[in-house]
C-alpha cells in the first residue's frame, strides 16, 4: 500500500512540478519514504474530514468523534434489544395463547353450564359441574354432545340435586280440612251463617 501511495504522490509531484517549472522543467524526481507518505495522507485526511466536518456545521472534532461513539453504541445496543425482544415477543404469544385457551375452556364450560340449566333443571348448575367431564363433551354445528350420558347417571344416583317434576308446595287436594268457625274465633271474627 506504501508503494501504491509513493507512486500516486509521485504522480502528483510531477504533475504539480510540470506545472509550476514549465516546459522545461528539468527538477529531479522525490521519492518518500513510507513514514512521509502515511504523513501526508494523515495530514490531508485530517484536513479532509475538518472541512466535511465544517460543512456540517461541526466545528468541534472531539464532539463529533464522540457523536459518532454515542451513535454507535445506540445501534449495538439496539441489536442487543432487538434480540431481547425476540424472546420477549415469544413469551407474549406463549402467555396470549394460553389465556386463548383458559378463554375457550371457561366458555365451554359456560355454555355446558346453560344447556344443563335449560336441559335437566338442576337446583344448583354448580353443584352438577364438577361430575362432568369436559374432554367427553363436544360442540359440533352449535349442538353438544356427550352430555346426556354424563348427566343420566347422576341423575339416578344424586336425584336431590334436581328438580322434580310435577308440583312442589304443599298439596292443595282438599285433603286437609279447616275448621273455618275455630279459625274466625281466634282471629276475633264474627262467625258467619252458612
Same mark, same amino acid.
Given at each position: 500500500?506504501a508503494?501504491?501511495?509513493?507512486?500516486?504522490t509521485?504522480?502528483q509531484?510531477?504533475d504539480?512540478?510540470?506545472?509550476?517549472?514549465?516546459?522545461?522543467?528539468?527538477?529531479?524526481?522525490?521519492?518518500?519514504?513510507?513514514?512521509?507518505?502515511?504523513?501526508?495522507?494523515?495530514?490531508?485526511t485530517?484536513? #479532509?474530514?475538518d472541512?466535511?466536518?465544517?460543512?456540517l456545521g *461541526?466545528?468541534?472534532?472531539a464532539?463529533?468523534e464522540?457523536?459518532?461513539?454515542?451513535?454507535?453504541a445506540?445501534?449495538?445496543?439496539?441489536?442487543?434489544?432487538?434480540?431481547?425482544?425476540d424472546?420477549?415477543?415469544?413469551?407474549?404469544?406463549? #402467555?396470549?395463547?394460553?389465556?386463548?385457551?383458559a378463554?375457550r375452556?371457561?366458555?365451554?364450560?359456560?355454555?355446558?353450564?346453560?344447556? *344443563?340449566?335449560?336441559?335437566?333443571?338442576?337446583?344448583?348448575?354448580?353443584?352438577?359441574?364438577?361430575?362432568?367431564?369436559?374432554e367427553?363433551?363436544?360442540?359440533?354445528n352449535?349442538?353438544?354432545s356427550?352430555?346426556?350420558?354424563?348427566?343420566?347417571?347422576?341423575?339416578?344416583?344424586?336425584?336431590?340435586l334436581?328438580?322434580?317434576?310435577?308440583?312442589?308446595?304443599l298439596?292443595?287436594?282438599?285433603?286437609?280440612?279447616?275448621?273455618?268457625?275455630?279459625?274466625?274465633?281466634?282471629?276475633?271474627?264474627?262467625?258467619?251463617?252458612?
Open positions: 500500500m508503494e501504491e501511495l509513493n507512486n500516486n509521485s504522480r509531484n510531477e504539480h512540478g510540470a506545472q509550476n517549472t514549465g516546459a522545461g522543467g528539468n527538477e529531479p524526481e522525490k521519492k518518500y519514504t513510507d513514514d512521509e507518505v502515511n504523513g501526508i495522507v494523515a495530514k490531508k485530517r484536513k #479532509a474530514v472541512n466535511f466536518l465544517k460543512d *461541526i466545528s468541534d472534532r464532539a463529533a464522540n457523536l459518532l461513539k454515542g451513535y454507535a445506540q445501534q449495538t445496543e439496539q441489536k442487543n434489544n432487538a434480540g431481547n425482544s424472546s420477549e415477543l415469544a413469551q407474549t404469544v406463549n #402467555a396470549l395463547k394460553n389465556e386463548l385457551e378463554l375452556s371457561n366458555q365451554k364450560k359456560d355454555a355446558v353450564a346453560s344447556e *344443563i340449566k335449560k336441559k335437566y333443571q338442576p337446583k344448583d348448575v354448580a353443584d352438577i359441574l364438577p361430575f362432568i367431564d369436559m367427553k363433551v363436544k360442540f359440533e352449535n349442538t353438544i356427550g352430555l346426556d350420558e354424563q348427566i343420566e347417571p347422576i341423575k339416578k344416583s344424586k336425584d336431590y334436581f328438580e322434580r317434576p310435577g308440583k312442589s308446595g298439596s292443595h287436594d282438599g285433603a286437609i280440612e279447616y275448621d273455618n268457625a275455630a279459625l274466625r274465633r281466634a282471629f276475633g271474627l264474627k262467625d258467619k251463617k252458612e
